[in-house]
């Protein structure tokens, strides 16, 4: 199941990022970015923590690798995969594992160095750029849990 959405505004993506909010909040989900440097993997995190009632401040975990959220709806775990090489992703290939279950929504951006560690149930975002600054999300669901997630942007 796939999903794509060219945002030509600010508004439009975190009009998007309202919609997957509300979709992930009953029981969350595994989340893998991809997308070029500022392409908006990090403010599409944002917008949708904002829409979750996040009260600190989000920022871009590159250099400390992961960021928790406690005080949305959900718990949010925000992983960047940058910064991390071979032996550094074997490190955390178990908190990759241990945040892909239960009721909470974790984001893993350049989850392209992950090594194959993202789990079967999750939704793949890619972020590209596009003409005029506007950028284009896919959406792509791994796993039955994730189509009507999927299915719901589709509306």
Partial sequence: ??????????????DLAKKFAKLVVQNGAFVS????????KTAFVKLVAE????????????FVILNEYHSAQIPIYHFDLYRLENEGIKTILDELREY?????????????F????????HIQI??????NDARKYSFKAFGDDNISIIEGLNC
Avoid: H
């Fill in 51 to 62: 829409a979750l009632g996040v009260k600190e401040r989000v920022t871009s975990p590159s």
């Fill in 114 to 121: 992950s090594q194959d560690e993202i789990p079967f149930n």
């Fill in 33 to 40: 970015l991809y997308g070029e440097i500022g392409a908006g």
């Fill in 100 to 112: 892909s279950q239960g009721k909470i929504l974790t984001f893993v951006e350049w989850a392209e």
């Fill in 126 to 131: 890619n972020v590209t750029y596009e003409e």
């Fill in 1 to 14: 199941m796939k999903f794509e959405k060219i945002c030509t505004t600010l508004k439009e993506t975190a």
